[in-house]
Nanobody
């Protein structure tokens, strides 16, 4: 069965760090670009970052540039999102998803096909 599973979320104080993981099973993750998205209560789902199938290119939304880093380990069928200098505004459920292409230059939810269940990130003092 095709499946994406996110993990690594939790409660962290402002300025802290978390590392999210997205593990794929049932398909070969290295054939697809992968995106990270988030959705806070009362807000629409927004794109955070994406990485091409080979890992050669990445994209970040402006609000996380310089703080978040996306990476992948295709041998482990896993994509990561390292989140540093976290702010309360980063609080949301974070999702990973596949795009039906190898490249990614945009991070728009409707362009992504398979989604994980999400992991909660809460940034609070």
């Amino acid at each position: 069965q095709v499946q994406l599973v996110e993990s690594g979320g939790g409660l962290v104080q402002p300025g802290g760090s978390l590392r999210l993981s997205c593990v794929a099973s049932g398909f070969t993750l290295n054939e697809y670009a992968i995106g990270w998205f988030r959705q806070a209560p009362g807000k629409e789902r927004e794109g955070v970052s994406c990485i091409s199938s080979s890992g050669s290119s990445t994209y970040y939304t402006n609000s996380v540039k310089g703080r978040f880093t996306i990476s992948r380990d295709n041998a482990k069928n896993t994509v990561y999102l390292q989140m540093n200098s976290l702010k309360p505004e980063d609080t949301a459920v974070y999702y990973c998803a596949t795009r039906g292409r190898r490249d990614c230059y945009t991070i728009v939810p409707r362009q992504y096909d398979n989604w994980g269940q999400g992991t909660q990130v809460t940034v609070s003092s």
